[in-house]
């Protein structure tokens, strides 16, 4: 069961690794200061989320790996994250979108989570499912604001929805390293995270004229096994660049 709890930590680090190192691309350069400054804690809260999955990925592995080793020394390929947290930042409609749409399954999750048979997985889900229900309101009150608010803002929240909304099926499609670690009463069950996602996208698309768009018949997948399009790529030349110039530094 190591691996499979490690790969599962993994996933559960990279997203929010990912994620946070995509929203710190906002820091001065948000809509309104106030929004800037949210933002930025919302990298933070993601990218301290990270930290401490990532940090117990490496003790469960035992191969001496820390989480800054397991950040900024991995390549696209040994990332887990799912497909939509790499999106980019594009307009701030898209980031809106990204994040409710990831937070809404996100949130679930971790409710799960912090029922854990597991002590160390039950410790963290609940410190960070504190810091993700101000997430949720925060990502839920742009959703209504733009989503209901000028013909331009709609219009490019639906675009944004078009464009994301086919990456949200694998973050609850479960395979057999979930169902064998739900099985054991460590993983999230990934059917009533997605149930909880229908119903609060089902309440926003209601209140807010938003088209539920129709998913391809092939959607976007393979994060979870390392499957990555160019978007990581990117994201993690920027991000490990100071780590792999000065491997070993300190500061």
Known sequence: MSAELVEYLLRLGDDRLVLGHRLSGWCGHAPIVEEDIALANLALDCIGQASAWLALAGEVEGRGRSAD????????????????????????????????????????????LARSSDARIAAIARKAGVEVRYHVRHGRDWWLRLGDGTEESHTRMQRALDELWPFTPELFTPDEIDASLGAAGVAA????????????????????????PE????????????????????????????ARAHPGAQW
Do not use: I, W, Y
């Open 189 to 212: 069950d990934l059917e009533l995270a997605r149930l909880s996602f229908e119903r609060d996208l089902g309440e926003l698309f209601a209140r807010t004229g938003l088209e539920r």
């Open 69 to 112: 080793a397991l950040a900024f020394f991995r390549g696209p390929p040994e990332f887990r994250n799912a497909l939509l947290v790499e999106q980019p930042n594009g307009d701030f409609a898209c980031t809106v979108v990204r994040q409710v749409l990831f937070d809404s399954v996100g949130a679930n999750v971790l409710e799960q």
């Open 215 to 242: 998913l391809p018949a092939f959607p976007p997948a393979g994060g979870r096994q390392g499957k990555h399009g160019e978007q990581l790529d990117h994201l993690l030349s920027e991000m490990q660049s100071v």
